[in-house]
C-alpha cells in the first residue's frame, strides 16, 4: 500500500491519501516470486503500511528496510511489524526515497529482492530504477518488483532485464532482474 500525501488540508493536518495493493495483486506477486523469497533481504521502498515487506518477512525473508517518507506510514509500517512480531528482523526508514538511495553507504550488504510502490503521477519508472542500480543496493542476480500505472509500458533499462509484468486494474507490477 502507498501513502500519498495530499496537497489539501484538513483540520490542520496534511490529509494522507492510500492507494492500497490488493490482496488479489500482492498474492499474485509472491505466487510469482514464491521461490525468491527465503533468506534474502528485502528494501520496501515508498513502503506505505509495508504490505510487501512485511509478507516477504512472513513468507521466510530474512530482513526487510521499509522506508516511507509519511509519518503516518511509518506509524502503520511500525504496527504491522509489530503485530507480526517481525521487530528483530525489520528496520523503518521515515525519509524520501530518493534521499535513502542517495545515501545507500550506511548499507554494507545489497538487497535480494526491492519492492517499489511510488506514486504513480509523481515518479517516472525508469528514472526510479536508474537511482536503485546507482545506489548499488541491488545484489547482482537480484530482482526489483516495480508497481506503476498502466498506461506506463515497462521501461528499458541498462543492467535489467524485464521478466514479467502483469496488469491489475489501473495497475502493472513489472519485475525485473539485475544482469551483471
Known amino acids: 500500500m502507498a501513502v500519498r500525501m495530499s ?9 494522507v491519501e492510500m492507494r492500497p495493493t490488493s490482496a ?4 499474485s506477486v509472491f505466487d510469482m516470486l514464491h521461490a525468491e523469497i527465503a533468506d534474502t533481504r ?3 521502498l ?7 515487506g512485511v509478507l516477504a518477512l512472513r513468507r521466510g525473508a530474512d530482513v526487510a528496510v ?3 517518507k509519511s ?9 504491522a511489524i509489530t503485530q507480526y512480531h517481525l521487530e528483530d528482523r525489520s528496520v523503518v526508514h521515515c525519509e524520501d526515497v530518493l534521499h535513502f538511495l542517495n545515501n545507500a553507504n550506511r548499507f554494507t550488504e545489497p538487497f ?7 506514486p504513480y503521477e509523481k515518479v517516472v519508472p525508469a528514472e526510479l530504477l536508474e537511482h536503485i542500480l546507482d545506489s548499488k543496493l541491488l545484489a547482482p542476480k537480484g530482482v526489483v518488483v516495480f508497481e506503476h500505472s498502466k498506461r506506463q509500458a515497462p521501461p528499458d533499462v541498462v543492467g535489467l532485464k524485464l521478466r514479467k509484468s502483469r496488469v491489475f486494474g489501473d495497475t502493472t507490477v513489472s519485475i525485473w532482474d539485475a544482469v551483471s
Do not use: C, H, W
Not at 24 to 27: F, G, W
Not at 46 to 52: D, E, L, R
Not at 71 to 79: D, F, H, I, P, T
Open 7 to 15: 496537497s489539501g488540508l484538513r483540520r490542520g493536518k496534511t490529509q
Open 46 to 52: 515508498y513502503a506505505g503500511i509495508g504490505s510487501y
Open 24 to 27: 488479489r495483486t500482492l498474492e
Open 112 to 118: 535480494n529482492l526491492i519492492f517499489a510502490d511510488p
Open 66 to 68: 521499509l522506508v516511507d
Open 71 to 79: 509519518r503516518e506510514a511509518e506509524k502503520r509500517m511500525k504496527r
Open 42 to 44: 528485502v528494501l520496501d
